[in-house]
């Protein structure tokens, strides 16, 4: 059982930065990936980036270039910052992680809302 704590949401203009983490705790040795999901009002929930334990990344194509996901396994910490902020990034960001079994857990949301 894995629980996840996410913080660093909140409102920022158009052009702005901000830094999320989720910190995991619980049953940490079998995660494998590590990553982020988000969803917008009337939108499907999508993927945003994810890393995997051994440096694998992947991004929508939509953030790239804006977005960064690192994670420090010591800390059990997945960070994503972004930069360039646009109104469409505006939602409810997810963390998620996967066990090496292919299980997954959630945290419950933090709202990122980029409005001038």
């Known amino acids: 059982q894995v629980q996840l704590v996410e913080s660093g949401g909140g409102l920022v203009q158009p052009g702005g930065s901000l830094r999320l983490s989720c910190a995991a705790s619980?049953?940490?040795?079998?995660?494998?990936?590590m990553g982020w999901y988000r969803q917008a009002p009337g939108k499907q929930r999508e993927l945003v980036a994810d890393?995997?334990?051994?440096?694998?990344?992947r991004y929508l194509d939509f953030v790239k270039g804006r977005f960064t996901i690192s994670r420090n396994n010591a800390k059990n910490t997945v960070y994503l910052q972004m930069n360039s902020l646009k109104p469409e990034d505006t939602a409810v960001y997810y963390c998620?992680?996967?066990?090496?079994?292919?299980?997954?857990?959630w945290g419950q949301g933090t709202q990122v809302t980029v409005s001038s």
């Open positions: 619980g049953s940490i040795f079998s995660i494998n990936v």
């Open positions: 998620y992680v996967q066990n090496i079994v292919g299980t997954d857990s």
């Open positions: 890393i995997t334990s051994g440096g694998s990344i």
